[in-house]
């Protein structure tokens, strides 16, 4: 937890790391939709996507919010949805999901320890 600042209530950062494999081949096809269609979304602190070294089909999206509400508010935004429609055809699954508690580090901005 951190506190935002002076007179504010201690927020809860919201993190997510999890695994997306693509159809053969569409592996940047899929980052380029990712990274267009969230661009801006409130309460993101952090969003990643990066290719996973080991399979050339995979990826992996890193994700820090100020709160969950914030993630599940952002599904609904117009360029989320158009995204999601965009890459449904080019993914294969979902794998490794985990949802975590950011406490800080380099380039989180806010947060103890930043």
């Not at 899929?30 to 269609?37: A, N, Q, S």
């Not at 890193?62 to 969950?68: A, G, K, P």
């Amino acid at each position: 937890m951190f506190l935002a600042g002076v007179g504010q209530q201690e927020t809860t950062m919201y993190g997510l790391i999890g695994k997306m494999t693509t159809t053969p081949g569409a592996r940047d096809a899929l980052v380029v939709l990712l990274l267009e269609g969230t661009t801006a979304m409130p309460g993101c602190l952090s969003y990643i996507v990066a290719h996973d070294r080991a399979d050339t089909d995979a990826i992996w999206i890193t994700e820090v919010w100020d709160s969950e509400a914030s993630h599940r508010n952002s599904l609904q935004l117009p360029a989320v949805q158009a995204a999601i429609a965009k890459a449904r055809p080019l993914i294969a699954g979902f794998s490794d999901r985990v949802e975590t508690v950011p406490v800080g580090g380099v380039g989180l901005v806010g947060a103890r320890g930043a």
